[in-house]
């Protein structure tokens, strides 16, 4: 994200240890592909981190190009599918979970279709302002839909979910989006990758609670 490879390369570390902890809460298979969120994202920074490296260093120029393609394949790619599928699998209402399921139907396709487009389009990152900022080309009519796909698959999804204090993490996923598109448009993509990996330290309070109902479900049983 912002300031430097230093932050990036931090904030991978500390998403590290979190999603560590996070795993070992997990109490049901279910949970597993939920829980994962902060290690997925650590390793999402540490890719951006190389980007820096490759910005900010000469010697290591060369692999600009594919840190910036796997860095944009965990921010564009990834996500839009993972979300609403780790929301689907957990779901236990069966309203919700077809809502889900169409959601993480949604965001195969859309991951489907932003893999190929990072695989044909240009792409170039920048480093401006202290942000790195990544510039590509818009071809297809169906990129303008895009974002609003984006916004169903990894937020609203987190509305619909019934695991208690998802709603949380949901409005802090909204939040950090809203502050992203007014305070860093130009860098949208880095800022608010970054502030979403902060945000997954959500994930771990979620799964703890998780643990805590499902033990004190197992007691009175």
């Not at 390369?9 to 998403?15: D, E, S």
């Not at 290690?39 to 900010?56: D, H, I, N, P, R």
């Not at 600009?64 to 921010?75: N, Q, V």
């Not at 208690?164 to 880095?190: E, Q, T, W």
Request: charged letters at 15%; one cysteine or more; hydrophobic letters at 55%.
């Amino acid at each position: 994200m912002c300031f430097s490879e230093t932050v990036s390369f931090g904030a991978a570390v500390a998403l590290t240890t979190i999603g560590v902890f996070t795993l070992k809460k997990v109490e049901k298979p279910n949970q597993i592909l939920f829980a994962s969120i902060p290690l997925l994202f650590a390793l999402q920074q540490f890719t951006e981190g190389f980007v820096w490296m490759s910005l900010m260093h000469p010697k290591y120029a060369a692999m600009e190009h594919s840190a910036t393609i796997l860095f944009l394949f965990f921010a564009q790619v990834l996500w839009p599918l993972f979300v609403p599928l780790s929301m689907f699998i957990m779901e236990k209402n069966k309203a919700r979970k077809t809502i889900l399921m169409s959601f993480a139907i949604l965001g195969i396709v859309v991951a489907l279709y932003r893999f190929y487009w990072l695989l044909d389009i240009n792409i170039q990152a920048k480093i401006i302002e202290n942000h790195i900022t990544y510039k590509f080309d818009t071809r297809s009519d169906f990129t303008k839909y895009y974002s609003v796909v984006y916004f169903l698959t990894t937020v609203v999804s987190t509305f619909i979910s019934t695991v208690k204090k998802m709603k949380i993490l949901g409005i802090a996923i909204l939040l950090s989006v809203i502050i992203s598109r007014i305070f860093f448009y130009h860098y949208f993509i880095s800022v608010w990758c970054f502030m979403a990996a902060i945000i997954s330290v959500f994930v771990y309070i979620i799964v703890k609670e998780m643990q805590k109902t499902l033990r004190a479900e197992n007691r009175e049983a």
